[in-house]
Each structure stands twice: as C-alpha cells, then as structure tokens.
C-alpha cells in the first residue's frame, strides 16, 4: 500500500475517493478472512462505508481535518470504541459492557478523520511477544504462513503488511509494536510512554505501557505519532555524517541468530560507508535485568492487580493457561518488592544517560531472532516460555528505561524480516524520528527501495 502522504495527495486531486480506499480493503479483509486468516476479531463493514462517505462530503467541502482524512486504519483489541466490547484478545470479556466511550487515542484518530476499520487479534491481554491466540486464531504473514507475525499487536502488523489498512493502532509493553514490525517487516514505532495518554486502553502493566503505530514509513509513523500524542515533534533532516550512533557490544547482541547478525552487521557497515560515527561500548548495568525480573517483574506485578478477581474466580478456565501462569507470577511480589522495582529502574535509567545521553541514538536488533515457526511454540511449552523471553528481551529495555525507540525493516529483499531499532532515551522521540528518517533512506538502497 502506498505511503499516508501519497494517498492524501490522491484523495486531494480527485485521483481516488475515501469510498473507494475504503471498499478496496474491505475487499481484501473479506478475502483474507474467508482464507481462515485471523488478523481480525471483528470488522466494521457499515461503519466504515459510513464514514468513508462521509468523508467525502467533508472533502468537497473543503473540511479536511489531517493527512490522514479518509484513510482506513485498524483498532488493536485492546482499545474502547464507543458502543463495542473491548475484549483484549480474550473470551473472557465476552460479556462484558460495550464501552460509553472512545479510547482517547481512538478518538484523536477519528478527529483526525481515519476511517476505523475494525479490531485486529492479539495475544490474549497483550502478554507474549509471539501472537498466538488460542481463542480467535494466530494472524500470519502470507509470505511466511509457518512463521508467528509477532506480538501483542499481531493481527494490527498483519492488517497493514497484507494492505488491509494503511496503519494500525497498537501498543507496547515490552515491544509489542516493534516486534511485529520487525517480524513483518514493518516500521513501528514505541514513543515515551508520557506522551499518548492510555485512558481508554486495557491496561497490561501501567508502568510500562505504551501506545504507538505500525505503518509503512518513519513518515507515516511521524503523521500518526502526531495525532495520537496531539502535537507533530519537529523532526528535521538530520544527515547520517557526522551523527553518533552507539552499540552496545554486550547484552543486546546475545544470542542472535544468523539470519539476525547479518542483518545488523551489513546495516552497521552501510551506515559507517555514509559517514555515520559508530561507537561500540559496554552497559554491563544491563546484564542486571534478568535477575530483576526473575519474579514477573513490572508486568506481572501489574497485571495481577488487573486480574486477580477474574483468576481467583469460576471464570479462570476461560484465560490462555500460558497467559494465566505468566500473570499469576505476580502473586508472589511484596509491595517491598515492587518499591525494589522501582528504585532499581531509576537506577538503570541513570546509567543509561551516562552511557548513552551524548549519542544521537543507540542501535539494536529489534528481536534477537527472526519470526520462530508457530510448531515448534505449541509443540512444547518450554519452548515457548524460552523464545517468548529471547524475543522481548532487547525491545523490553527501551520499556524499563522509559525510553522510545523506532524499528525500521534492515534484512535483504528475499530474506525473512529482521528489524533495527533506533533507540533514544526519555523524551528523546523528536531525535530518533529524525535518525530514523535519515537510516531509512540510506538502508533503502540496500534493501532494494
């Protein structure tokens, strides 16, 4: 699907109509739905048709309230809309009472004038960076239909990958955006988490929650970023010469898969080609998280406030035992522990600013690996527990360091996906928007663009 600039000059000139736009991917949804695909756990055919009318009208009347007026955009599960059940992924919610209102960044994309398509699937209550859902089907990638598209936000990777929106809403935890991105060979982007308010999102773990888009494009990234957080970041052209970048030697460079390492590696040595200062350095301090989060850490200390009366009740059967057990970790935690937990993440936040503060940015392999085969994670739960805490591992530091982080595609055109993250601190989105922008298009050549 082409870029939200290049659609929005073509609304603009008469080329195409909201209508038509909006017909094309419903079209695609139904066809990608009749085919057993499970991107999507409901669809707002009459809706959608509804608004994309109406958005024509607002056209022709000179009302065009964003780029993004007109453009078909999908809803992860985990969002209110204003008279439908927000489920989370879950059968548990079915019965729950329809939501009084919009998500406030659902209705800051309607403002915006995006036309919401529908609910995209995800891992149930967003706890797994795989997107298996036992209840409602694991959305895949037609390209790799033995492979996972990645999670929480899987079904929102795999509506915009297959052309079935332009964007998708989703969020992030511990990477649930840049991992689908990544697997799907997408960008997205995880801002800081202060800056899109969560009212109206299903929580996870507060502390760490965060909620971001999945598109085509740093570009489209940057349009949606705006709207969401209610203002647009200045992110002007930043030339790759002269731009520090850092590595981290240690920790986030573990265990990679090959596939993953050269990926990395030939994107490292394009960037230095282009005038890029690369410096490796060590953030041994990082080698502190597992044993931090060896209990549950933020997410299951949070999520067990969220649940407990639903997993100590008769419904409990009704939760993923793979998500139930993860949440249930948290049971265990003291409030002394989770004042540890913060007291440790304040101390890690300011290592991470003497180490990195002078960097235009810190680069990464989003996901250590690329996307596992959905065989190998039923087949065995060890198994799943294992790759489940390897393909979190490097974009959930960006969430404990309450950082922001963008994942652009970096593999071979041919090649499974593989994603490059790149990392700024607190409050350092305007920065890595502008960097992104800048390794986009010196990676493009590279990849064929």
Excluded at 392 to 413: E, I, K, M, Q, T
């Amino acid at each position: 699907m082409q870029s939200i600039a290049q659609l929005a000059q073509q609304l603009a000139s008469g080329q195409t109509t909201s209508q038509a736009l909006v017909e094309a991917v419903l079209d695609r949804i139904d066809a990608h739905r009749k085919a057993d695909g499970a991107a999507f756990i409901s669809v707002d055919v009459d809706a959608a048709k509804a608004a994309a009318r109406a958005s024509d009208r607002d056209r022709a009347a000179g009302r065009v309230p964003s780029l993004l007026a007109g453009l078909p955009v999908s809803i992860k599960d985990l969002f209110d809309v204003k008279g439908q059940v927000t489920r989370a992924g879950s059968i548990l919610l079915d019965t729950a009472m329809p939501a009084k209102a919009d998500a406030i960044a659902v209705s800051r994309l309607r403002a915006a004038g995006a036309i919401l398509l529908g609910r995209t699937n995800m891992s149930e209550f967003a706890f797994s960076g795989l997107g298996l859902n036992p209840h409602y089907g694991t959305p895949r990638v037609r390209q790799a239909p033995s492979r996972v598209a990645g999670g929480s936000s899987s079904g929102a990777a795999v509506s915009v990958v297959e052309g079935m929106a332009v964007a998708g809403l989703g969020t992030d935890t511990g990477g649930s955006v840049r991992i689908p991105s990544a697997f799907c060979g997408l960008t997205g982007f995880k801002p800081t988490a202060s800056r899109v308010p969560l009212d109206g999102a299903f929580p996870l773990a507060q502390s760490l929650d965060s909620i971001g888009p999945l598109a085509h494009s740093v570009e489209d990234c940057w349009i949606i970023d705006g709207i969401l957080a209610g203002t647009h970041l200045q992110t002007p052209a930043l030339p790759l010469a002269g731009l520090n970048l850092a590595i981290t030697r240690d920790y986030v460079l573990e265990d990679i898969d090959d596939a993953t390492a050269r990926a990395f590696q030939k994107s490292v040595q394009r960037l230095t080609a282009a005038g890029a200062h690369v410096t490796w350095i060590d953030f041994p301090e990082l080698y502190q998280l597992p044993e931090i989060n060896d209990a549950g850490g933020f997410t299951a200390a949070e999520a067990w406030y969220h649940h407990r009366y639903w997993l100590e009740g008769d419904r409990r059967h009704l939760y993923d035992p793979l998500v139930a057990y993860r949440i249930k970790r948290g049971k265990s935690l003291s409030a002394f522990d989770y004042l540890q937990l913060i007291e440790w993440r304040q101390q890690l936040i300011g290592a991470a600013q003497q180490r990195l503060g002078h960097f235009h940015a810190w680069l990464m392999p989003t996901v250590a690996i690329v996307a596992p085969r959905i065989s190998a994670l039923q087949e065995n739960t060890a198994t799943f527990f294992s790759t489940n805490g390897l393909v979190l591992r490097n974009p959930s530091v960006v969430n404990f360091l309450d950082g922001c982080a963008l994942s652009l595609p970096c593999h071979a055109p041919g090649d499974l996906p593989v994603g490059l993250s790149v990392v700024g601190l607190h409050r350092r989105d305007a920065q890595v928007l502008a960097v992104s922008k800048s390794i986009e298009k010196c990676l493009a050549t590279m990849r064929g663009g």
